[in-house]
């Protein structure tokens, strides 16, 4: 289905984009999107260039889609952050507002209030892969990009994101999710989480070149591209990005990683936490394998493979120790060399945080290898104890996969409807985007 562009008064009509593996216009090599230039322009070229600018197609308008839950104290920041991005196009912001502990629901209503380029819809479940639909299923521009109620956009991060997909054909564009502590607790967790040997070689934790990737952090996609896969799997509590983007990549779409975006991420405040945030990742992480078969490479297996041989290392060598103290010493004594391969890890993970430890702060860096390892060894564990029912439905049904979304059929003001229900809970001050 072909979706409109909802051009708002009195700002620049955005181009549209086509379906299925479809590419924007490409635009001229003087706008630096396409090609370049090598050096200074000629006099001509330079005399040319205002005419090229003015006929080069504009950017297309963008839909921001927040999942929130709890996000009192940080909401308005964000969503102040998307509405002053340095970008020629329309842009709106359709918050989905989870059932919260605090004053999300207010914020966000009182934002929707005050500008007629945000919207508030309900979220009853709280999470994350719902509130992804419902907010796409009541957005309207061509390119719907995610973003969470926390993160603070740079300003030219929407512009990059539209270039770039312009620029590659691609149907998804992300970059960088860039870890940054306050605490030393925090700052350990970021300097693991930017590394090779805490999270592996993702580009979108690590950096690296633009180019196709598996998966990228958060997203900018073309509309046509969620519609044609059926949107976020909502049996996917964790890991959603991953295995919506695995679809997009086998229905014959590219995932591009491009380093210039970057989005600041606040790691979890403590041990525990961070522990938990992993044990989930890895228990997910195991049901995207077993829904996509041939998605899992060693990079996967290697901390479930530690933890394995962690447990057996110890179970051997604890056998060895009772043995000696039942008095079959030597018969057993060989046992007691289990413990060498916690040892082992142990004095690998030191290595590794001496390695990654440069200009961190001291107690940063004592929390350094507890770090590397919980989250080793919780991925790990979750990794092995993911339960074949996690999911409940097979391939948890998303409401998006009954069929495209007819965003033409969004009437305009607070009580708009959709065909899957949605409503609207608020629409700002003026006329809505689409008016």
């Known amino acids: 289905m072909t979706h409109p562009t909802d051009a708002v008064p009195g700002e620049p009509t955005p181009s549209r984009l086509p379906g299925q593996g479809g590419a924007f216009i490409a635009r001229t090599a003087s706008t630096g999107i396409a090609g370049g230039s090598a050096g200074p322009a000629a006099p001509a070229a330079r005399s040319a260039a205002p005419a090229a600018r003015a006929a080069a197609p504009a950017l297309p308008a963008v839909s921001v889609v927040m999942p929130v839950l709890n996000e009192e104290r940080h909401l308005a920041d964000a969503v102040a952050h998307v509405l002053q991005q340095d970008y020629p196009a329309a842009v709106e912001v359709v918050l989905a507002v989870g059932p919260s502990r605090d004053r999300t629901l207010e914020v966000a209503r009182g934002l ?89 070689a993702a580009r979108f934790h690590t950096g690296g070149e633009a180019g196709p990737a598996e998966s990228v952090y958060l997203g900018v ?111 057993l004594a060989w046992l007691c060399l289990g413990f060498a391969v916690p040892g082992a890890y142990l004095c690998g993970v030191l290595a590794a945080a001496a390695a990654t430890a440069r200009g961190l702060r001291p107690r940063a860096v004592m929390w350094l290898p507890a770090v590397i390892g919980a989250m080793h060894v919780c991925w790990g564990g979750g990794f092995l104890t993911s339960p074949r029912g996690l999911v409940p439905r097979p ?29 609207p809970l608020s629409r700002g001050r003026g006329a809505p985007p689409d008016a």
């Open 112 to 200: 929707a209030a005050a500008d007629h380029r945000v919207c508030v819809v309900e979220n009853p479940s709280g999470q994350t892969p719902a509130a992804l639909n419902a907010a796409i299923a009541v957005s309207h521009y061509p390119v719907v990009a995610r973003v969470d109620g926390h993160a603070l956009l740079p300003p030219a991060y929407l512009r990059i994101a539209a270039e770039t997909l312009a620029a590659t054909g691609a149907d998804n564009v992300g970059g960088i999710m860039a870890a940054e502590g306050v605490t030393p607790f925090e700052q350990a967790v970021a300097r693991a989480m930017t590394s090779k040997v805490g999270v592996g």
């Open 221 to 331: 996609f073309r509309r046509a591209a969620i519609d044609r896969v059926g949107g976020y799997d909502e049996g996917f509590l964790r890991a959603q990005d991953w295995e919506m983007n695995h679809r997009i990549r086998a229905s014959g779409g590219t995932v591009w990683f491009q380093p210039r975006m970057r989005v600041s991420y606040r790691p979890r405040a403590g041990l525990r936490g961070l522990g938990s945030q992993y044990y989930h990742y890895g228990r997910w992480r195991r049901v995207v394998a077993r829904q996509h078969r041939g998605t899992i490479n060693p990079r996967y297996l290697a901390p479930p493979a530690a933890v394995i041989a962690i447990a057996v290392g110890l179970a051997v060598g604890v056998a060895g120790l009772i043995g000696a103290l039942a008095g079959l010493w030597p018969p």
């Open 395 to 423: 391939g948890g049904r998303s409401p998006l996969r009954q069929g495209p979304v007819d965003h033409g059929s969004v009437g305009p003001g607070p009580v708009g409807q959709n065909p899957l229900g949605q409503k």
